[in-house]
């Protein structure tokens, strides 16, 4: 230890220490470090020193003047200026419309656009309108009833994560989940912002398994049927095809702000 302590004294380093057995004297920093760490050491690519120190002076700005803390209350949280005012509407159109068969139906169709000016939410908001805008643009047409299409923001901090609706005419729901950091004028994967909140894919897929085979028997239960040997033996299959159908593919989430997920689970029924 004294070795440690001279090294730092000949390097110019003042060394801070908690008070013997009161661990919480370095709580707040080591909260901040961890935070540096999730939002943004773990998340971009630094290549030179010069990067790093311009990288870190923002995120001191950002966290002392801008992130919301969640022991704010809502309107302390609106004043920080991360909320739907941030998002416009690319295209947005609602109306009736009938089909040659006499099927009458209201339409409503909204694609998103992110106001702002960098080049990440500028290919974003192309992606949209290009993966959106074709189906929301068509008029609506005697032989086919329109989708319906919309959006919904939420919001963690600058993180947002914009979940996209797709409404098919026999009722399936697709859903598309986009996350972009307001602050850092980033679009990151789903990784980043498990890397944000310290958490690890790997380490939820367990969680994941169970939560949609509990889906998939609840549902099957609530079905009023009778369960003969081969219908039984047919639903197993179709929860272990749930369950590889989980372990597969990487479910749309989004962070709830306080430090919990909401992840839409695919289940195969087919």
């Known amino acids: 230890m004294e070795e440690y302590q001279e090294k730092l004294k000949g390097k110019g380093i003042i060394q801070s220490m908690s008070r013997k057995a009161t661990c919480l004297d370095n709580a707040v920093a080591e909260n901040f ?55 416009g509407d690319a295209y947005a159109d609602e109306g009736d419309a009938a089909t040659e068969w006499g ?85 990151l994967s789903g990784e980043d912002v498990l890397a944000r909140m310290g958490l690890l894919r790997e380490k939820l897929e367990p969680a994941f398994l169970c939560a949609a085979v509990r889906e998939h028997d609840s549902m099957m239960q609530a ?14 299959a179709l929860r272990a095809q749930s369950a590889l159908a989980v372990q597969d593919a990487a479910l749309p989430f989004y962070p709830n702000g306080d430090g919990t997920l909401t992840v839409y689970l695919i289940l195969n029924f087919n």
């Open 103 to 187: 099927f009458s139906y209201h339409y409503a169709v909204r694609v998103p656009k992110l106001l702002s000016d960098s080049e990440d939410a500028k290919a974003l908001n192309a992606e949209l309108m290009a993966l959106y805008g074709s189906e929301a643009m068509r008029p609506p047409e005697s032989d086919s009833i329109k989708y319906a299409i919309g959006w919904e923001s939420h919001w963690d901090g600058s993180l947002l994560t914009l979940e996209m609706t797709a409404v098919q005419p026999d009722g399936e729901t697709h859903h598309d989940i986009y996350y972009f950091d307001f602050a850092a004028g980033k679009r």
């Open 223 to 236: 079905q009023d049927m009778e369960f003969t040997s081969g219908l039984i033996a047919d639903t197993l």
């Open 33 to 87: 470090f961890s935070l540096l760490k999730m939002e943004l050491i773990y998340i971009q690519d630094f290549k030179t020193i010069e990067n790093l120190a311009d990288g870190i002076g923002a995120y001191i700005q950002y966290y002392n003047e801008k992130r919301i803390k969640l022991r704010l209350n809502s309107e302390m949280q609106d004043n920080a200026g991360y909320n739907d005012s941030l998002i």
